[in-house]
């Protein structure tokens, strides 16, 4: 009876293999007799993306697991539309820009938020979202300046960087900076909600008839909205009293807290890497600048005759 069984299983797992390759098969077929690259499948991925950060960002001022929740498989769909364009040989600048400039707009919402949530540093907030996208921008511009129109900006050479060429090169690397990084940004928004030490306005009266307790701390106790009620799911996000509803529904800021902990460390790499590519980029225009000046024959101080 037992052999039967495991007879069995194994008959059922092997059915399901051979239905899985067959179904990837056809995928293959279907994708290589398609060249509109708009219907790329890793393109597809980046519009799901851009859907789910938006839905995040709609609920982002009230509902803070809502928005954790689609603002992380956001972020984790961009890992996913790298695997689908190299296993479709469907890598394009299309979607490997699609894919930069989404990854900037989600995090600078974010920290836009963030900035909102902790007023007293908002400037560095600020800072953070100038260094991402400077940082980016300038390092794109100088790839296809300096290194041709088909060169893209994760082909980094040694020489001219060893710490961008691991970063770009190195899958592993690349994907944990990127995901702790978010992984901050969302702790803290988290802290936002469920950090009276982080967020003062979390601070409640206990007591409002004894004077003693004005200054006392409510328990942070997990509550509303967890599975918020169709009634209140579509409250205006954007009105003072739905802020101050949602941080009035605590969270436990234990768990934030150590997502927190655990993931600064990474976060600040990753700044200290903006800075490097920052600097390196800079340093590459400058480069080019100096040599095309040369081949024009312009000296400094020289006028240019007419």
């Not at 938006?54 to 929740?69: I, K, V």
């Not at 944990?176 to 803290?188: D, K, Q, S, T």
Request: proline share 5%; with cysteine; glycine share 6%.
């Amino acid at each position: 009876m037992a052999e039967e069984k495991q007879a069995n299983g194994h008959a059922t797992a092997g059915r399901a293999r051979k239905m899985s390759e067959v179904v990837l098969q056809q995928l293959d077929e279907r994708f290589q007799n398609e060249e509109n690259i708009f219907l790329f499948l890793p393109n597809i991925i980046g519009y799901s993306r851009i859907v789910l950060a938006l839905a995040s960002l709609y609920y982002m001022p009230l509902h803070p697991r809502t928005c954790s929740l689609l603002y992380s498989i956001s972020c984790l769909l961009d890992a996913l539309d790298g695997f689908a364009a190299r296993r479709y040989n469907q890598s394009t600048t299309f979607g490997a820009v699609l894919d930069m400039v989404t990854d900037r707009c989600t995090t600078s919402c974010l920290l836009v938020f963030l900035a909102s949530a902790f007023p007293r540093w908002s400037i560095v907030f600020q800072g953070l979202i100038s260094l991402d996208l400077a940082s980016h921008y300038i390092h794109m511009y100088a790839t296809l300046t300096m290194g041709g129109s088909g060169q893209s900006h994760k082909k980094v050479d040694s020489s001219r960087s060893y710490i961008l060429h691991l970063y770009y090169t190195n899958r592993t690397v690349l994907f944990l900076f990127c995901a702790f990084n978010e992984l901050f940004f969302i702790a803290l928004y988290l802290l936002s909600f469920s950090s009276p030490l982080l967020s003062p306005s979390l601070l409640v009266p206990s007591d409002p008839s004894n004077p003693s307790s004005l200054n006392a701390a409510s328990p942070a106790q997990p509550g509303s909205p967890a599975h918020p009620k169709a009634s209140v799911l579509f409250t205006n996000p954007w009105s003072a009293g739905a802020l101050e509803m949602a941080r009035a529904n605590k969270m436990d800021s234990t768990v934030p807290w150590i997502l927190a902990g655990v993931s600064f460390p990474v976060m600040a790499g990753k700044q200290i890497i903006n800075v490097i590519q920052l600097v390196k980029a800079s340093k590459w225009l400058g480069e080019g600048d100096v040599a095309a000046r040369r081949r024009a024959g312009i000296v400094t101080g020289v006028k240019k005759t007419r």
